[in-house]
């Protein structure tokens, strides 16, 4: 298992995420269920917002609306806190895979109030299949520890799961958060949930609206910009991180500057696609001039276009393609246009054809 974490205070980003090429829009709450855990709160839906109010006078308060969406990899909202005092949250979470143990991982992000200071705050927590916590694998604040938000401000906040990894972001503040809890998370389908909460006192509770909710897909890279932001720094991540896999296992090199950013550019703009990437490497002058042997190359075909060792069947199956008549640019042709190509475009945002 491993734990890591990406921080950036200073650095002002954009929010990249990947979702389908279908239009985004605020989805209606009026039809999400209701979670009742305990306390005095209420969670009143009124068509894309919804109304929290949470009072901790009488005993911790917490509540939840949820909805399951298919296939979802996080979710993106609005929050505006009229009133808050003591211990009090409204936040996003979403169960956003299992570990090899086949627990949970929650990741949440809030709007909070804690101990007067007032921050954005994620965490990620392990937890078995009764919900209950093992552990806390990742937590902190977004930006400053206190006043990055204010009373009557809208703030948007997101989380969503990029391949194995957690996303955490709000605009702003100048801070992006990204979690890698393990090695490998697992495929999970759960509800997206919006909640409230406040801790038992008497001077704990919260007032807030949650709106301009989206639901988060795998797909299409697109980005959310702030006023006068150009195109997300965190995209370019995305596609430099595609095409430097090629420059390493196909050269077996670092990329040069001005090559990675012709490549990104041109992936980023759409004028080349993932396969256009690839075969611009193999067929490389540079390439050429490795000189590989049959083997070398069908290792690297896998490694490159698969990320992955191969397997005895596929290795043996292309050997005979070649001992057969067939060319490298067949063997190439057929990586190219196989599914685990796709998925792995698809893993970078990346359109593979």
């Known amino acids: 298992m491993k734990a890591k974490q990406f921080y950036s205070p200073i650095l002002v980003v954009v929010l990249v995420l990947l979702f389908t090429s279908q239009v985004l829009a605020a989805e209606d709450l009026s039809d999400w269920g209701e979670y009742i855990w305990q306390g005095n709160i209420s969670l009143i839906p009124s068509g894309t917002s919804l109304n929290v109010t949470a009072d901790g006078s009488a005993g911790e308060a917490w509540k939840a609306r949820y909805k399951v969406f298919p296939d979802a990899v996080g979710v993106l909202a609005k929050v505006n806190v009229s009133g808050v005092s003591g211990v009090s949250n409204v936040g996003l979470r979403k169960y956003l895979g299992t570990t090899a143990a086949d ?29 209950n916590t093992i552990k806390q694998i990742a937590g902190g604040a977004l930006g400053d520890w206190d006043g990055t938000w204010s009373t009557g401000q809208n703030i948007t906040i997101a989380l969503a799961r990029i391949l194995d990894e957690i996303w955490f972001y709000t605009p702003g503040n100048g801070a992006f958060v990204k979690v890698a809890p393990f090695e490998t998370m697992g495929p999970l389908d759960s509800d997206v949930q919006i909640y409230g909460y406040a801790s038992d006192g008497d001077t704990n509770s919260v007032n807030a609206t949650v709106s301009d909710v989206t639901i988060l897909y795998t797909g299409d890279l697109m980005v959310f910009p702030e006023p006068n932001e150009s195109l997300s720094t965190m995209v370019r991540a995305l596609v430099e991180a595609f095409v430097t896999r090629f420059y390493q296992q196909c050269l077996d090199r670092s990329p040069e500057p001005a090559g990675l950013k012709d490549w990104t550019d041109n992936l980023l703009n759409k004028t080349k696609t993932g396969a256009d990437v690839a075969k611009g490497f193999i067929y490389s002058q540079e390439f050429i001039n490795r000189g590989t042997t049959i083997e070398e190359y069908l290792t690297i075909l896998y490694k490159a276009f698969f990320n992955r060792a191969a397997d005895q069947g596929g290795w043996d199956y292309w050997l005979n393609e070649i001992k057969s008549g067939k060319d490298r640019g067949y063997l190439l042709d057929g990586f190219l246009g196989s599914q685990e190509f796709l998925n792995l475009c698809e893993d970078y945002g990346i359109t593979p054809n």
């Open 103 to 131: 627990t949970l991982i929650l990741a949440e992000i809030m709007v909070e109030q804690y101990d007067g200071q007032k921050r954005i705050y994620y965490r990620v927590r392990e937890r078995d299949d009764q919900g």
